[in-house]
């Protein structure tokens, strides 16, 4: 080779923690949608049911929802049928939780094949976030099967007019997740009791995220010191939004929109910054 003759490629150690070579992911486009199709062929693969858990899992979890806390703990939605609110919430808030917990085992369950060839660390948890989105769509048609079903039996349904903003929530939750989905992953090298707190952590998140209620709600009953809990938490503004949006219950909470995009702009650059540090040295410490 003439030695004035460029490389093509150019592998060299990150000498920024934030630096994130976009032109190096482009490159390597096609390895993401490989990764991405192997996300969706295997999840399921050699199961009875196969893609249909990705319709029964939201059915099955709104429908508990809807007998625990509609029809026992009596929890109003207003005008809105229940079982049709607490979809609502599910399928935006599953798509979170399945990038959050496949992510932050980003390195522990493939220190394989990082430790042999080497690509962009961070295609692997983007390749995540994509194949959810499938998922996601999944589920996005079952719900607007049932909206159209409560519609003819005579509910007064309607978007509200900030319907083009949903595909931008589902963004900011895919980057939540994506962002702490890294940071977990991170610690997860050294500390790997996190592996086993994640699982815990996310069903006690689901709770302080107004999934299964209105966020309203959490603001009359409980007192100031407890509520922020909710009221803060970007994932809770996110569903309400959401919610807010396709069923229009309540008036758009702009306030909202920018605390909790704001926050996920923070926790997606503090998750790069510990998972380029972090890949640097992680085969040493898994």
């Known amino acids: 080779m003439n030695k004035d003759q460029d490389w093509l490629f150019e592998i060299k150690p990150k000498s920024n923690l934030f630096m ?55 929890i109003s939605t ?26 932050s085992d980003t390195f522990k369950k493939n220190e394989a094949i990082f430790g042999k060839v080497y690509f962009p ?79 815990f952590g996310v069903q006690l998140l689901m709770y302080l995220s107004a999934v299964m209620y209105p966020l309203t709600l959490i603001q009359d009953k409980l007192p100031q010191k407890f509520s922020w809990l909710v009221t803060y938490n970007p994932l809770a503004q996110i569903i309400e939004l959401s919610r807010n949006i396709l069923i229009n219950t309540v008036q758009i909470n702009f306030k909202g929109l920018g605390y909790s995009s704001i926050i996920t702009v923070i926790i997606v650059l503090f998750g790069l910054l510990i998972f380029n540090k972090t890949e640097k040295s992680f085969i040493d410490t898994i």
């Open 20 to 74: 994130l070579n976009f032109k190096e992911i482009w490159q390597y486009r096609d390895l993401l949608m490989l990764f991405v199709k192997r996300d969706v062929v295997t999840l399921y693969k050699q199961t009875i049911l196969g893609p249909l858990w990705y319709i029964i899992q939201p059915l099955l979890t709104s429908l508990i929802f809807t007998l625990i806390f509609n029809n026992i703990a009596n």
């Open 121 to 199: 660390r961070v295609i692997m948890p983007l390749s995540i976030v994509v194949s959810n989105l499938l998922k996601f769509f999944i589920q996005l048609i079952i719900f607007i099967g049932f909206y159209v079903y409560f519609i003819f039996k005579g509910h007064d349904l309607s978007p509200n007019k900030f319907i083009f903003l949903y595909p931008f929530l589902v963004f900011l939750m895919g980057l939540l997740g994506l962002g702490l989905g890294m940071i977990i992953s991170s610690l997860v090298t050294k500390y790997r009791d996190l592996t086993f707190l994640v699982n």
């Open 78 to 103: 207003g005008s809105v049928p229940p079982f049709l609110f607490n979809l609502t919430g599910v399928i935006i808030w599953t798509y979170f939780k399945e990038c959050f917990v496949s992510t």
